[in-house]
């Protein structure tokens, strides 16, 4: 059994830096590569950042180039993206998802991902 769980949302104001959390349980295998979605109202979910658990490969969507960075701890378990520079079209709930190799799609296609969590509210608004 596998379970995500994110923490660390809030409303911040644009400009600001934020750090939201992925706390990872369950089949170590089946959770080898972590990865931040995010979905805004009306539109569809967007991958942000993820790392491989055995490489500390990482991968980053074009969008938050340069102001997002993603970090991995195996001994917790637990992915952090860090945001800085927010703006209100970073505005989302944002999720984590996992998945066990191979690992031969997309890594920002949401469809591949069989686990997720219930997501955590990023907010940005002056």
């Known amino acids: 059994q596998v379970r995500l769980v994110e923490s660390g949302g809030a409303s911040v104001q644009p400009g600001e830096s934020l750090t939201v959390s992925c706390a990872a349980s369950?089949?170590?295998?089946?959770?080898?590569?972590i990865t931040w979605f995010r979905q805004a109202p009306g539109k569809e979910r967007e991958g942000v950042a993820g790392?491989?658990?055995?490489?500390?490969?990482?991968l980053i969507g074009n969008s938050v180039l340069g102001r997002f960075s993603v970090s991995r701890d195996n001994a917790k378990n637990t992915l952090t993206l860090q945001m800085r520079r927010l703006t209100p079209a970073d505005t989302a709930m944002y999720y984590c998802?996992?998945?066990?190799?191979?690992?031969?799609?997309?890594?920002?296609?949401?469809?591949?991902?069989?686990?997720w969590g219930q997501g955590t509210q990023v907010t940005v608004s002056s």
């Open positions: 998802a996992a998945v066990g190799p191979p690992y031969n799609f997309p890594w920002d296609a949401p469809a591949h991902y069989p686990y």
């Open positions: 369950g089949s170590t295998a089946k959770t080898s590569l």
């Open positions: 790392v491989f658990a055995r490489t500390g490969g990482q």
